[in-house]
């Protein structure tokens, strides 16, 4: 087997070491026992990482690395009853990474990213007293290490390594009244993902979200806390992410 489903062989062969498919059922069934799970196969990627192994030429000391991704979610609700109204949710996260390999399989880079978020509510009189508008703006900078392990000539795995830095506002209109609120937060992450590539420059890669781990500080809202997320979701398009990738060698 080959690409992709060898990496998933590998990890099903683990488990089935480790006391059969039964135990693994189990283990999703239990959230606390989910996170044993997680580091189990967080430890096993790692492993995988460091095997020896070919070097592909896109991961080769000196290649340059380009990579952006581009999510949106927009809502448009009305409804009418004894009073008409409607609110309108517009939801924008662009983000970009640059990034340079040191040696092979190995990459230093720069991640920018941003969150836009704009709600409003409204009733058919558009009375000033009826208005309700917010809007959420988060911006982040995160430089990251990530390590490569080539599974064939067009799949690899990776693991991502990073500190998070972010400036967070709110602006917040209800009843002709102006409020706004800003904060920061930092943090640290690490997150598994998968490389295919389309051609020897272009690859679509995917951030395995499911499997990532956090710890970080948060100033915001009147709030400070001190938090740790294992990512784990009900939501399945929260457990991948997909980011278009250019891999720009030494001519």
């Not at 506002?169 to 993902?193: N, S, V």
């Not at 490389?195 to 809202?221: Q, T």
Request: include cysteine; proline fraction near 4%; aromatic fraction near 14%.
């Amino acid at each position: 087997m080959r690409g992709l489903p060898l990496f998933l062989h590998f990890m099903l062969n683990y488990y089935k070491k480790s006391g059969g498919y039964l135990f693994l059922v189990t283990l999703l069934l239990k959230s606390n026992l989910i996170k044993i799970m997680k580091k189990n196969l967080l430890l096993g990627l790692v492993g995988c990482l460091f095997l020896a192994g070919p070097v592909k030429a896109q991961l080769g000391k000196g290649t340059k690395y380009w990579g952006g991704t581009l999510s949106f979610s927009g809502v448009n609700n009305k409804s009418k009853n004894d009073f008409s109204s409607s609110v309108n949710q517009l939801s924008l996260s662009p983000s970009i990474q640059a990034g340079k390999f040191i040696k092979d399989n190995r990459m230093i880079g720069l991640g920018l990213g941003a969150t836009i978020y704009y709600l409003e509510s409204k009733d058919s009189n558009n009375r000033p007293d009826s208005k309700y508008s917010t809007t959420e703006n988060s911006y982040s900078l995160s430089p990251f290490i990530r390590h490569y392990k080539s599974l064939s000539p067009k799949w690899a795995i990776f693991l991502n390594s990073s500190a998070q830095l972010s400036y967070m506002t709110m602006k917040l209109k209800i009843y002709g009244d102006k409020r706004r609120e800003d904060g920061y937060g930092a943090g640290l992450q690490i997150l598994p993902g998968v490389a295919y590539w389309v051609s020897p420059r272009f690859a679509l890669e995917s951030d395995i979200n499911f499997l990532s781990l956090g710890a970080g500080y948060k100033d915001f809202l009147g709030a400070k806390s001190v938090y740790f997320n294992s990512a784990l979701t009900s939501s399945l398009t929260s457990y991948f992410s997909i980011r278009a990738s250019w891999y720009l060698q030494k001519p």
